[in-house]
């Protein structure tokens, strides 16, 4: 089972860049989560789409954008990167709200110069 | 003050040694409880998930949790060195928004 893939798995990006993050989960979850993780911050989320055609802010949204494609996908853009963007993002997903374990994917680490 | 405390490591104790990974946070609301292993360079695998208070075991590990003290414990039994990870606590109060500790690093020596 594939569980969530993450793409790309390393970007570099030059300040001002654009890219977008791509998730998709074949474990039919409704929701899904957007967080990046840096050294003794823990895991920040970042948007949250609690059902197909919903979006929310979470505790980091400046400078992102997110796209709830269909159930499956879930993209995390970055419209003009900004080195304080350097990051490890990962993507998780659960069966529904907060009460529900979330199941993460592998991470894409993004370095902006 | 942080809403989840984790003490940062790094852990290292013997091969076979009693583990116990620990989590305090301030929010009364918090309800639901889980612990994530994360080795380097890898997505947060989620090893236990409780409700409230109470003890859950699976296999070597067993997740307490004491909502009167506000804290969380993960033991790891007969440990072994391919438990050597960071362990993560998080807890959610039933919203979207879980909240993560900073991790633990532990390091099993064979």
Redesign the interface.
Known sequence: NAG?TQTPKFQVLKTGQSMTLQCAQDMNHN?M?WYRQDP????R?IY?S?SEGTT?K??VPNGYNVSRLNKREFSLRLESAAPSQTSVY?CASSVD???Q???????T?LSIL | QKE?EQD?GPLSVPEGAIVSLNCTYSNSAF??F?W?RQYS??????LM?T?SSGNKEDGRFTAQVDKSSKYISLFIRDSQPSDSATY?C?M???????I????TRLKVLA
């Open positions: 969530v929701s989560y003794g911050m823990g895991l989320l949250y609690a929310d979470g505790e990962f709200g907060g009460n374990p979330q199941h993460f994917g592998d991470g680490r | 989840v940062p309800q639901y889980m994530y360079r890898k997505g947060p695998e989620l998930y409700y993560l998080a959610s109060s039933g919203t979207y928004k879980y993560f500790g900073t991790g």
